[in-house]
């Protein structure tokens, strides 16, 4: 079983509509949890953070945390064609430095 | 303020040369993080540096090593390189006592 997962999709959405992707992890000592945004031929962006459990939001996107069920999820809402990317699901599984677990990622494609 | 710097950005080596790749870090910042990004393996931890010192190190064999200096800039060394080597190599730095990272350009390095 892998660390992180992630669907690879393509997870195709129509613009305007919301996307969302999902994450599950294995170790429950994980503190926390990222969203990373990275398009063809770039670098990862980091889009968004989340460190307890709920919702979080940031402009048009939501990230929720469950650590009960082991899972992060990402909100895109009005999903326009500058998201279509690869959405990566990072995990940091200790407590003391930075080691940040990836998912394999999610590639998404907003068709105008 | 500036982001995370990486020099060179692309690299052609031969198999059995050894490359080094630098990485300067977000002003303030004193941890940096190596990961290596392939399309088989994804993202993947190779170390991370705080204060000149290793904090976290990824399963990777000893011909990759790295060092931090006193102003945070950190150099990643491959010796003995491989055609598996051939990948970007990302690195992140972060806030003392924050987790979250934030990604430079990379190196795309090239093994032939």
């Known amino acids: 079983q892998k660390e992180v997962e992630q669907n690879s999709g393509p997870l195709s959405v129509p613009e305007g509509a919301i996307a969302s992707l999902n994450c599950t992890y294995s170790?429950?000592?994980?503190?926390?949890f990222f969203w990373y945004r990275q398009y063809s031929g770039k670098s990862p962006e980091l889009i968004m953070s989340i460190y307890s459990n709920g919702d979080k939001e940031d402009g048009r996107f939501t990230a929720q945390l469950n650590k009960a069920s082991q899972y992060v999820s990402l909100l895109i809402r009005d999903s326009q064609p500058s998201d279509s990317a690869t959405y990566l699901c990072a995990v940091n599984l200790w407590a003391a430095g930075n080691k940040l677990t990836f998912g394999g990622g999610t590639r998404v494609l907003v068709k105008p | 303020k500036a982001g995370v710097t990486q020099t060179p950005r692309y690299l052609i080596k031969t198999r059995g040369q050894q490359v080094t790749l630098s990485c300067s870090p977000i002003s303030g910042h004193r941890s940096v993080s190596w990961y290596q990004q392939t399309p088989g393996q994804g993202l993947q931890f190779l170390f991370e540096y705080f204060s000149e010192t290793q904090r976290n190190k990824g399963n990777f064999p000893g011909r990759f090593s790295g060092r931090q200096f006193s102003n945070s800039r950190s150099e990643m060394n491959v010796s003995t390189l491989e055609l598996g080597d051939s990948a970007l190599y990302l690195c992140?730095?972060?806030?003392?006592?924050?987790?979250?990272?934030?990604f430079g350009p990379g190196t795309r390095l090239t093994v032939t």
């Open positions: 992140a730095s972060s806030r003392t006592g924050e987790s979250e990272q934030y």
């Open positions: 170790d429950r000592g994980s503190q926390s």
